[in-house]
């Protein structure tokens, strides 16, 4: 069976490209053939997904190497892609806010989905602006003191991620019963407009761990 996960990346490097092809309307309808296809394949991919979670995690570490031997070049040259990643995700993720073509459950609780959208939307607005920068190398320099400096004071205050870790575990809890939510994880994970983005959203909705993706996925830097 194809690996679903094997494009799991901070980037989402190949969902971009496809999902550009694809355009931004009209937004897809839930597919039962693709929600089946998950249904009978369960086991394989909630295995698939760990898997490539212990993958990443090695590739990340190898990543911050080749940024320590080869400077801002390989580091500017990686932003292009996440630049056009982070551009596409916020189109669809306006478009998720504004229509109505997925059910929210969750009008009644104490926040439903549009209002994390709003917050995904603002984290990505945010990165958009620091990929900008990210790409000049002396504006990255300073912005890169900077992000130090306010980490390290969320992490004094015990706040860092703590806003963000919130509202991936509340999008993920939500998704065992909301189609936007579910709507919402699939464009996280790459695109979607993508079945195996939906595939993707649909074994972290089955993982209890899964809202830890989610969150690295909601990250502003």
Known sequence: MENFFSDLDPIDVVDAVEAVAQGYTPLPEIDPATRDFYERHRVTLLKQLEQEIVKRTAKFVAMQGLKMLTGNLADTVAKVPALVSTTRH?????LLFEENNYECV?????????????????????????????????????????????????????????????????LHKKMKTCSLAEATAAELLGSIYLPKCWIKAYAVRD??????????KMAST
């Open 90 to 94: 916020l189109a669809c993720l306006r």
């Open 106 to 170: 969750c009008n009644d609780a104490s926040q439903n989905c549009r209002a994390i959208i709003t917050y995904i939307i603002n984290q990505k607005s945010k990165k958009l602006a620091r990929t900008g920068f990210d790409m000049v190398p002396a504006l990255s320099t300073a912005q890169s003191v900077g992000l130090k400096a306010r980490a390290t004071y969320k992490f004094v205050r015990g706040t860092l991620g703590q806003v963000r870790g919130y509202m991936a575990y509340d």
């Open 207 to 216: 993982w209890d761990e899964g809202w830890k993706i989610l969150e690295d």
